[in-house]
């Protein structure tokens, strides 16, 4: 088992920045990378930021890229997203999520390659 936890969301204005942390628990040795996904009111989840565990080879989404960061601390089991330049349609809910499969690349989007995910945290961005 993994236990995740996102914190750091809240309300900020457009042009601002938000830094998101998501803290594992458990059996975090079997990590081989993590992700960020968010999901707006109506509209389905999809992927922000992926991160390699090991190597710390990172792949973005493009509407996130040059914006947003994602990063990690091995020895604190945490992966972070920082978020500058926000935009409203970034506001939506931030979940971060664990896979097993090492490496980077496009197969990081998919939400089926993860098998745990935290609970949440709330991003809004006002105009």
């Known amino acids: 088992q993994v236990h995740l936890v996102e914190s750091g969301g809240g309300l900020v204005q457009a042009g601002g920045s938000l830094r998101l942390s998501c803290a594992a628990s458990g059996r975090t040795f079997s990590i081989g990378g993590m992700g960020w996904f968010r999901q707006a009111p109506g509209k389905e989840r999809e992927f922000v930021a992926a991160?390699?565990?090991?190597?710390?080879?990172?792949y973005y989404a493009d509407s996130v890229k040059g914006r947003f960061t994602i990063s990690r601390d091995n020895a604190k089991n945490t992966v972070y997203l920082q978020m500058n330049s926000l935009k409203p349609e970034d506001t939506a809910v931030y979940y971060c999520?664990?896979?097993?499969?090492?490496?980077?690349?496009?197969?990081?989007?998919?939400?089926?390659?993860?098998?745990?995910w935290g609970q949440g945290t709330q991003v809004t961005v006002s105009s």
């Open positions: 999520a664990r896979r097993t499969r090492l490496g980077i690349g496009a197969y990081t989007q998919t939400p089926d390659m993860y098998d745990y």
């Open positions: 991160i390699s565990w090991g190597a710390g080879l990172t």
